[in-house]
Structures are given as structure tokens and as C-alpha cells.
């Protein structure tokens, strides 16, 4: 297991190069530059910050001093938030981020994993029918879409929730953007259940258990809820990809102080390092919950192996 661990530590290593150089080089061949505003800066201004950020220099040498920055854990300053480095960002935006992404990955996984097992044994029923028929309709309509809807129904229209602001992670708060995460995440892992149970409930260890006069319960969550739960807890590892890269337009429309809206915002004034920084963070938080969701999926099923 050890030696399998860090081997995967290793093989994230090129992957994590690849997206830092696509991420790089298309930053900076986007229309634009960081300090193109309104007001356009006296050209002497404009080339003593160019000189004082390094961008005078050819591109590839640019390219390698940020790597060079990188390997000695050097993000660099933010352009727009001047009194602060990028990590200094990034360290005061994550635990909203992470706070956002915990919940909306729980309560998919608790609302989506019942909803797919009441499917899965009422089969061809009008619940089975109605289930999958919302979940449909969660896949097909984006977060972005839905996140401002709640925002205008229940907090404008109806006044019951903030329609934004964080409030220190108030309850109040949370609930529409954790709604918003993880209504895609519900109707993906409750169509997943549905088809893994349905296949688990036709195995031949679950007629014997029948066969021996368990109730159709006992038979369910004793014998066939952890097998069906495999394809879901390899799914998790996108899952929470999917919820990290959502969260980003997410805390945007609410106001949440995460890097989700340090990365917009980065993006929105070409903020170089902070849009790096955001990147590399987020490219190396995935890689890494990506592993641990596979050294989960051996421990839920004794017959993965993953020593040599």
C-alpha cells in the first residue's frame, strides 16, 4: 500500500506540470494584460510594474522563474490585491471552500444513496419513475443556473434565506449554495445506486440470504448496500472535482469569501499569479483526493489489492 501511494505521489508529479504549463501559457496569450484598466497607467508607470513583476521578460524565461518559485513554494504576489501573496489568499479563502465543498459532498451522498436504493427496490414503480425523472432534471439543468434561481426564490422573493454574504459559515447561509453544489451530485450518485443495487440484488449470494429467511431490510443493508456502494465511492473523486470547479462560479453569485472567487476575480483582471495559484492548488487538491478515494475503494472491497 505504501509503495502504491507513492508511486501515485510520483505519477501526479507530470500531471500536475502539464496543467501549470496549459495554464500558463494560455493565461498569458489571452487578450489583456493585468494592468489594462479604465485608466490606462503613464507608459513609464505601466513598464517600471511590468519590470517589478518580471513581465518584460520573454516568456519562457517567465516560465521558468515561476517554476522556480513553485518547487520552493513561492506563489508570488497577487497583481490586484496588493498587501498580499498569493498563498496568503489562498490560506484565508480555504476553509470557506472547504467548509462549502464538505457539506454539499454529504449531503449528496445522504440525500442521492437512499434516493437510488428506493429506486433500485421499487423498481419500475411510480417512485422508481419519479426519482430517476428528478434526477434527470438535476444532470441536465447547471449549477449556474440554478444557484441564481434559488438565490432570487428564496431570498429575495420570499425572504426566508440571505440571498448572500457568508456570515462566518451560518447555517443560513450555507444552505442555497449547498443546494446548488450538490443537486447534480444527488441525481448522479442516485441514478448510479439505483443501477449497482439492481445488479447487487440479483446476485446469487443475495437469493441465499433470502433463501434463508433474512428480511428483505437485513438482506439490504447487511449483504447488499456495501457491494452496491463501489461504483460510488470510485465516483467520489470526480464528484468532488466537479464540486470544487462548481464552487467557483458558486461562491461568485453568493459571495462566498473562498478561492472560488479569488479565481474569478483573478481571472476577471488577469491576475497572473493569483489565477496560477488558484489552479495549482486546485490541480493538486483533486490529484490528491483522487488517491484517497482509491485507497477507500480497497478498503471497502478486501479483493482490490494494491501491492506489488
Do not use: C
Amino acid at each position: 500500500m505504501l509503495s502504491y501511494t507513492l508511486k501515485r505521489l510520483l505519477q501526479a508529479i507530470p500531471t500536475l506540470l502539464i496543467v501549470i504549463t496549459l495554464s500558463f501559457f494560455l493565461m498569458r496569450v489571452a487578450p489583456g494584460g493585468p494592468f489594462d484598466g479604465e485608466r490606462r497607467l503613464p507608459p513609464e508607470i505601466e513598464q517600471n510594474l511590468r519590470a517589478a513583476y518580471h513581465l518584460d521578460e520573454p516568456l519562457p524565461m517567465q516560465y521558468i522563474r515561476y517554476l522556480g518559485d513553485l518547487v520552493q513554494g513561492d506563489l508570488g504576489p497577487s497583481f490586484k490585491y496588493k498587501d498580499f501573496d498569493v498563498s496568503e489568499l489562498i490560506s484565508q479563502g480555504f476553509p470557506a471552500s472547504l467548509e462549502l465543498g464538505m457539506w454539499a459532498i454529504l449531503a449528496a451522498l445522504l440525500i442521492g444513496v437512499p434516493l437510488g436504493v428506493i429506486a433500485a427496490i421499487r423498481r419500475n414503480s411510480t417512485a422508481d419513475y419519479v426519482v430517476m425523472s428528478t434526477a434527470l432534471a438535476g444532470i441536465a439543468v447547471p449549477n449556474f443556473v440554478i444557484a441564481p434561481l434559488l438565490a432570487l426564490v428564496f431570498g429575495v422573493l420570499l425572504g426566508w434565506l440571505p440571498a448572500g454574504g457568508w456570515n462566518g459559515g451560518a447555517w443560513q447561509n450555507l444552505l442555497l449554495p449547498v443546494v446548488a453544489l450538490s443537486i447534480q451530485q444527488i441525481a448522479y450518485i442516485a441514478r448510479m445506486m439505483r443501477a449497482s443495487m439492481i445488479e447487487v440484488l440479483g446476485s446469487h449470494y443475495i437469493r441465499t440470504a433470502r433463501a434463508k429467511g433474512l428480511s428483505e431490510w437485513k438482506v439490504i443493508l447487511r449483504h447488499a448496500l456495501r457491494p452496491a456502494m463501489l461504483p460510488v465511492v470510485s465516483y467520489l473523486g470526480p464528484a468532488i472535482a466537479g464540486i470544487i470547479t462548481g464552487s467557483m462560479v458558486i461562491e461568485q453569485i453568493f459571495g462566498i469569501p473562498g478561492i472560488g472567487r479569488y479565481f474569478v476575480q483573478g481571472a476577471l483582471n488577469r491576475d497572473y499569479t493569483l489565477v496560477m495559484g488558484t489552479v495549482v492548488f486546485y490541480g493538486a487538491l483533486i490529484l490528491l483526493l483522487n488517491l484517497i478515494v482509491d485507497l477507500l475503494y480497497s478498503m471497502l472491497d478486501p479483493q482490490i489489492r494494491y501491492d506489488d
